[in-house]
């Protein structure tokens, strides 16, 4: 089993930056994407950005240019940089990993992290 647990979260003014970050850890793994999605209140959960094995990012628009993913890979752990803040970014941020246990394919999720973004 792979989990994935995010830190980072919290409140900022609109203008502010925060970073989050995500770690995965398990027992004989590989990943190949990962990446942020958010979820607002009473809304569909929704892309941020993904990253690949690469280090190819993959941005959804509202976000692009003031949001930027990496990823560690000896550390097994991806980041968002978040940038100009707005109170419309506010929502709890997912990560997300695909990849390779055991021989099957897995898609997991983290437990969330609650951004707020206050103008």
């Known amino acids: 089993q792979v989990q994935l647990v995010e830190s980072g979260g919290g409140l900022v003014q609109a203008g502010g930056s925060l970073r989050l970050s995500c770690a995965a850890s398990?027992?004989?793994?590989?990943?190949?994407?990962m990446g942020w999605y958010y979820q607002a209140p009473g809304k569909q959960r929704e892309l941020v950005a993904t990253?690949?094995?690469?280090?190819?990012?993959n941005y959804a628009h509202p976000v692009k240019g003031r949001f930027t993913i990496s990823r560690d890979n000896a550390k097994s752990t991806v980041y968002l940089q978040m940038n100009s803040l707005k109170p419309e970014d506010t929502a709890v941020y997912y990560c997300?990993?695909?990849?390779?246990?055991?021989?099957?394919?897995?898609?997991?999720w983290g437990q969330g992290t609650q951004v707020t973004v206050s103008s």
């Open positions: 997300y990993a695909e990849g390779w246990t055991g021989g099957r394919h897995y898609e997991n």
């Open positions: 398990g027992s004989s793994f590989s990943i190949n994407t």
């Open positions: 990253i690949t094995i690469g280090g190819t990012p």
